[in-house]
């Protein structure tokens, strides 16, 4: 049994579905596992749609991340814009989430923002995850993780509500700091200049000093580093 996910094809990926959802396999097996479903090198979509039957199951938040790598890998060669099948997987991600991220279960709201942060095709999130980051009663890593879950999305997606998150002064540092950093991802000279205003308008430096403390980060941020302008701001 330990070999099944070695062989990678649907025919196994159905098996581990089977063997979790019916609890034959418990423990470290199960970890393993799913691990494994991280390097399928070629997942299909009804590999996709057999592991998303486990996302209501006892172990569907263990199943969150490993999917959400499956899926990235399967659009990266198919097109999945228009695919319901896809749209079906979205939406059962987004019903963890609720109206705005409030659950009784912070793990599981986490887990499923960091899954939709490991794909592509989640615009028609943009409603929820705003106001996932905006309800101030959220923890303050639900708030951050849901500004972090932009990052694949392509330059169309709207980042409007991240800039004026990163202008809004009253917020955490660490809250604004995460956006400055999903907005600098597709930076324009208008996105620029407003970046520029609000640092040199700021009171107290809280955002300028987060602000070049991630830019003197090269494992972080060089390619935000490399759109801001060379003049100190």
Not at 1 to 13: L, N, Q
Not at 21 to 30: E, H
Not at 32 to 42: G, K
Not at 66 to 87: F, G, R, V, W
């Amino acid at each position: 049994m330990d070999a099944i996910p070695m062989v990678g094809t649907e025919a196994a990926v159905r098996q581990i579905s089977k063997f979790i959802m019916n609890t034959d396999v418990t423990g470290a097996l199960i970890e393993s596992w799913l691990v494994s479903l991280h390097f399928i090198p070629h997942p299909t979509k009804d590999m996709l749609t057999d592991i998303a039957k486990m996302i209501s199951a006892v172990h569907g938040t263990k199943i969150l991340l490993p999917l959400s790598t499956m899926m990235h890998t399967y659009c990266q060669k198919q097109s999945c814009e228009k695919d319901n099948d896809i749209a079906n997987i979205l939406e059962k991600l987004i019903a963890n989430l609720g109206n705005d991220c409030t659950s009784f279960n912070d793990e599981k709201v986490l887990l499923t923002l960091r899954a939709i942060g490991n794909i592509e095709q989640t615009q028609t999130m943009i409603p929820v995850l705003e106001k996932c980051f905006s309800r101030k009663n959220n923890t303050m890593g639900i708030r951050v993780a849901a500004v972090e879950a932009y990052r694949r999305m392509p330059c169309a997606a709207d980042r409007n509500n991240l800039l004026a998150l990163f202008r809004n002064t009253d917020e955490d540092s660490e809250l604004r700091l995460a956006a400055y950093l999903q907005v600098m991802k597709c930076p324009t000279d208008n996105i620029l200049q407003q970046i520029k205003e609000t640092l040199m308008s700021e009171e107290v430096n809280q955002g300028r000093s987060a602000v070049n403390s991630e830019r003197s980060s090269p494992a972080r941020s060089a390619g935000a580093k490399r759109a801001l302008p060379a003049r100190r701001v």
